[in-house]
Every structure is written in structure tokens, then in C-alpha cells.
């Protein structure tokens, strides 16, 4: 059984085309709902990786993206197959306009064979509410 | 048929470019930064070049093979090995098994080379993508009418206030 190595949600994932490293850019914290109570996340992209024994018969998995929003119980999922292949699986989802309508927390989980993995969460705040800014630099403990 | 990013590979410049054939781990590092071979691995992405075009470039570069003396074009076979490396495409990993499986002294080199591409292909994570909308219950969607900078009122797809969810459901 492969082993997860992460699985982490953005804004947008870039991939070189030579040597298939992959760049994950913004990833989702925090999302201030707009001043009449709802907002869009324009795109959404989970990134999830995983090793698989190095003998081990190749065989197809099916991972899934569970996507919970702020208010509900039963999230939305996204199936996908990941081919026999090498030693390593990568899965990216790529979800666009996921409409927030409610502060509280959205929820990306990651499935293997339907056995939850891994969660992300991304805090949702009312319309006004700034997100958690760092500490002033007077208050950063020194080096 | 053949096509001329790989027609290049056999010309005499790149075979200048490419000068002694390295040992080759070093061999494979050095063609993965000339630009040709850059291009034939685009060139291979997109699908300009094809499964013909390999065989065809192939069976041009062996064609002044001789037992016992080294295939001139050994670099040539060596670039395509490193262009293909992360190709998905089925050719592509066959390309690199039937040069990997060849015990020919005159073309050892490449053989090796393709080894070596094989080994990193294999170590490489093999991706899947799933591009999906977020789906939106249809009597949750509505399709608001925006104005856009010319000042005429159109209803479509426009910024993110085209397709709102409401909570409460009182679209």
C-alpha cells in the first residue's frame, strides 16, 4: 500500500515540463468572505503525492478529493483512477469556483481506496474580519 | 518521413555540440542542457513529433551502421534517449527499452545512456490531473446581468459575480 508523502491545497501549481518538478504557489490559509457574505475561491488545486513500495504489484488506486464547506456535513467528491506506473503516484486536482457562502471551515481531504489520508483546512472569515497577520518585528523572538 | 527538429540531431554541428562521448551519467546531463534537445522534447509534448517520426529518424541514423566500428550517430540515438525521458507517451518508453536492451559494442554508449534516462523515468512520480468545476445546484445558480466597460448590459460569464451560490436559497 503506497504511503503518503503530502498533500497540501493552493491557488496554482506550476510543472516544469523537463524535469516534472512541480511548484505549488498560495497555498490556501485563510479566505475573508466578500461584504455581502459570500465569495468565490476562483481555483482550488490539491496536490497529493505518494511512494509506493518499490516491489509491489503495480495496481490501479482510486484517490478521492472530499470538499466540505463551512455549514455542511457530506462534502462533495471528486474520484479519480491513478494508473499503474512507477515508484511514485502524484495527484493533482485542479477544482474551480468553489462558492463560500458562510464563515467557518473548508475542508479538502484526500482518499486512497476510499481510506481517508490526509485534510487540509482553510478558515473561512466573516466579511470584515482581517486574517491572522504576523507579529510586529518588535515581537519576533530573536535569532 | 522525418522531421526536422531530429533530422538536426544527425547533422554535423550537433555533433560537434555534443564533442567526446562522456561516460554516460555525464553524457545524459550534458545533452539535457543543449537546446536542441530541449526542442525535440517539446517538439515530442505538444505532438509535433510522432511515433513515425522516431522510427523513421531511427532507421536514418543506423543506416551507416557497420559491425565493428561506433555508429556515428551514437549521439544523435544518446539525445533522443535524454529528450524522451519524460515523454509520456507509450513510444516514448519503448524508444528507451529497445536502445536500453541492446549489447551492441557499437552503440554501447547510447545503450548506456538509455539506461540512465530509464532509471530516472522510473524514479519520477507519475502524475494524474483532474480539472473539474465546482458543481452549483441549478436552482442555487443565478446568472446575473453585468455591465461591461463599453456600458452595454449583457448577461454571460463575466468576473465572479456571474455565478453566485446563496445560502438561503432565494434566488
Not at chain 2, 34 to 50: E, K, T, Y
Not at chain 2, 79 to 92: N, S
Request: proline share 9%; with cysteine; net charge neutral.
Amino acid at each position: 500500500m503506497p504511503t503518503l508523502e503530502f498533500f497540501l491545497v493552493c491557488r496554482a501549481v506550476t510543472r516544469d515540463l523537463f524535469t516534472d518538478e512541480i511548484t505549488l504557489s498560495g497555498v490556501l490559509e485563510d479566505i475573508v468572505l466578500e461584504a455581502d457574505g459570500m465569495a468565490q475561491l476562483p481555483s482550488a488545486v490539491a496536490v497529493a503525492a505518494w511512494n509506493a513500495e518499490p516491489k509491489s504489484d503495480p495496481t490501479d488506486l482510486q484517490v478521492m478529493l472530499r470538499i466540505t464547506r463551512p455549514g455542511e456535513t457530506k462534502g462533495l467528491t471528486f474520484p479519480m483512477n491513478l494508473a499503474k506506473g512507477h515508484n511514485r503516484y502524484r495527484a493533482i486536482f485542479a477544482i474551480s469556483g468553489i462558492p463560500l457562502a458562510e464563515p467557518g471551515e473548508l475542508l479538502f481531504e484526500v482518499l486512497l481506496n476510499a481510506e481517508p489520508c490526509a485534510s487540509h483546512r482553510v478558515f473561512v472569515h466573516p466579511p470584515g474580519s482581517a486574517p491572522p497577520t504576523p507579529p510586529f518585528p518588535d515581537e519576533l523572538p530573536p535569532i | 518521413m522525418n522531421h526536422s527538429f531530429l533530422n538536426q540531431l544527425l547533422s554535423e554541428p550537433f555533433r560537434a555540440e555534443v564533442g567526446f562521448l562522456l561516460p554516460p551519467a555525464a553524457l545524459r546531463r550534458r545533452l539535457q542542457r543543449l537546446s536542441l534537445v530541449r526542442d525535440v522534447h517539446l517538439a515530442v509534448r505538444v505532438g509535433i513529433v510522432r511515433c513515425e517520426h522516431v522510427r523513421a529518424f531511427v532507421t536514418e541514423a543506423t543506416r551507416d551502421f557497420r559491425a565493428g566500428e561506433l555508429l556515428p550517430n551514437e549521439a544523435a540515438l544518446a539525445a533522443l534517449a535524454v529528450a524522451l525521458e519524460t515523454c509520456p507517451q507509450d513510444f516514448a518508453e519503448q524508444y528507451l527499452l529497445d536502445l536500453a536492451k541492446l549489447k551492441l559494442a557499437e552503440v554501447a554508449t547510447a545503450a548506456r545512456v538509455s539506461r540512465e534516462c530509464l532509471l530516472a523515468r522510473y524514479s519520477r512520480p507519475k502524475t494524474q490531473t483532474l480539472q473539474r468545476a465546482f458543481p452549483v445546484p441549478p436552482d442555487r445558480v443565478r446568472v446575473e446581468r453585468v455591465t461591461t466597460r463599453r456600458g452595454t448590459r449583457r448577461t454571460g460569464y463575466e468576473a465572479s459575480k456571474v455565478v453566485r451560490f446563496d445560502a438561503a436559497g432565494s434566488c
